[in-house]
């Protein structure tokens, strides 16, 4: 996998947001995370080598926006060469997850039509409120390839209504010291929601104040990952 940051900084958009590791890391380098400002990447999917060759090798999964959000309003003068490239080059694929859904349809290019074959875009809620305000619109998108991130969960959520056509759920908790409790059951509800409609689900990481059973645990950044893929629940939609 690749990450193509073309733009870096991000505003707080929602109680999602609360704890942000990117607001947390440019708090300790002493940067203003809601400065939008084009990164020197900006142009690295097509950036080639001295021999005239992409730099960035055909056939991955570029992770775009990771550090940011790809619908900010700020970045809306360069969002269309950044479709551009994405077009230019159908050899990647490219993923990116928004909390701004509702802006949607005002980012696209002309061409988009039913969407590009190689974007997925993925819609990142938090709670029931976010889920059914922006899902009811991403149900409606023309996107080929849709994805919903329940990170962080904050509660027990469900969004078993707005599974057609969706091809991944990805589920998380929180990391802070402060943060909210994550409960396991609600991950195990949210896979028996996916794999009644036959959609992938993982289970990516849980949360820093972690209930199991009734029982709270407190873990460290790399228990969160190790404690999800040791439940071993994640779902691949069409096994038997």
């Not at 020197?40 to 730099?55: E, L, R, S």
């Not at 990805?170 to 009644?196: H, I, K, S, T």
């Not at 990516?204 to 950044?221: A, D, E, S």
Request: net charge neutral.
């Amino acid at each position: 996998m690749a990450v193509w940051n073309p733009w870096r900084g991000c505003h707080r958009y929602s109680e999602g947001c609360k704890f942000c590791y990117i607001h947390k890391g440019d708090i300790k380098r002493g940067m203003d995370t809601n400065l939008i400002v084009k990164s020197a990447k900006f142009n690295a999917p097509v950036a080639v080598n001295k021999q005239g060759h992409y730099i960035m090798k055909s056939g991955q999964l570029v992770y775009c926006c990771f550090s940011t959000d790809f619908l900010l309003e700020e970045a809306d003068p360069w969002r269309n060469e950044c479709w551009s490239m994405m077009k230019e080059r159908p050899d990647l694929h490219f993923l990116f997850l928004t909390k701004r859904i509702e802006r949607f349809s005002q980012c696209l290019p002309d061409d988009w039509g039913e969407g590009y074959e190689n974007v997925t875009v993925g819609c990142t809620v938090e709670n029931q409120q976010t889920a059914d305000e922006r899902l009811e619109i991403f149900s409606k998108l023309p996107i080929k390839h849709k994805n919903i991130a329940l990170q962080p969960m904050l509660e027990a959520i469900d969004i078993e209504k707005y599974l057609e056509n969706i091809e991944l759920v990805v589920v998380g908790g929180e990391y802070d010291r402060n943060a909210r409790p994550f409960d396991y059951d609600w991950a195990l509800a949210v896979r028996e929601q996916c794999m009644r409609h036959n959609v992938s689900f993982s289970f990516r990481q849980c949360g820093t104040n972690f209930i199991q059973n009734g029982k709270l645990r407190r873990l460290n950044y790399g228990m969160l990952f190790k404690c999800a893929r040791e439940s071993n629940i994640d779902y691949q939609a069409g096994r038997e």
